[in-house]
T-cell receptor
Framework: GEDVEQSLFLSVREGDSSVINCTYTDSSSTYLYWYKQEPGAGLQLLTYIFSNMDMKQDQRLTVLLNKKDKHLSLRIADTQTGDSAIYFCAERAGGFKTIFGAGTRLFVKA | DSGVTQTPKHLITATGQRVTLRCSPRSGDLSVYWYQQSLDQGLQFLIQYYNGEERAKGNILERFSAQQFPDLHSELNLSSLELGDSALYFC?????????????FGPGTRLTVL
């Protein structure tokens, strides 16, 4: 079935890079997304990547996609305390469904 | 600001009651999605409407129902409420053209059932 898995927690120091990983199961996924949720707020779309791309960069964010291994990662360069949030990976699976992972809670230590 | 609005922001009610949550999608978006986020279950997809018609169903309980109106706003009705229904309820909308279907989320309604 369709499933998206992420590790639950990640802790990094301010200024370091953060790498949040995600695996998915549906090989027919067309788009993969990263969303950010700050405390008390809704999910905010950060970036997305089409399944025929390997990499997408947007300022401090780099998304890497390994379609063979069904692995997606989000790298945040020069992580700041304001990056502390929950990050959700999601896949646009077959049919009309977008499947979300459970979210990775990123803690940034000053 | 995503352009998706949800009301009310907070709702406190008692077990056995019925509530209605409202969502207005971004201008031009035809699809509306409802999600439930609780501490132990993560983000659960409930249901999707496209241009007034139900399109996809997720883990939605029979006590819950939704509809999308001609002006494309949507309502989620929760009845016979139980303590375990306490959660954040999010609405999202998308253009639903092509395969991108990028969803934009509202700020959520926090439901507390006492």
């Amino acid at each position: 079935g369709e499933d998206v898995e992420q590790s639950l927690f990640l802790s990094v120091r301010e200024g370091d890079s953060s790498v949040i990983n995600c695996t998915y199961t549906d090989s027919s996924s067309t788009y993969l997304y990263w969303y950010k949720q700050e405390p008390g707020a809704g999910l905010q779309l950060l970036t997305y990547i089409f399944s025929n791309m390997d990499m997408k960069q947007d300022q401090r964010l780099t998304v890497l996609l390994n379609k063979k291994d069904k692995h997606l990662s989000l790298r945040i360069a020069d992580t700041q305390t304001g990056d502390s949030a929950i990050y959700f990976c999601a896949e646009r699976a077959g049919g009309f469904k977008t499947i979300f992972g459970a979210g990775t809670r990123l803690f940034v230590k000053a | 600001d995503s352009g998706v609005t949800q009301t009310p922001k907070h709702l406190i009610t008692a077990t056995g009651q019925r509530v209605t949550l409202r969502c207005s999608p971004r201008s031009g978006d035809l699809s509306v999605y409802w999600y439930q986020q609780s501490l132990d279950q993560g983000l659960q997809f409930l249901i999707q409407y496209y241009n007034g018609e139900e399109r996809a169903k997720g883990n939605i309980l029979e006590r819950f129902s939704a509809q999308q109106f001609p002006d494309l706003h949507s309502e989620l009705n929760l009845s016979s409420l139980e303590l375990g229904d306490s959660a954040l309820y999010f609405c999202a909308s998308s253009r639903d053209r092509g395969r991108t279907d990028t969803q934009y989320f509202g700020p959520g309604t926090r439901l507390t059932v006492l």
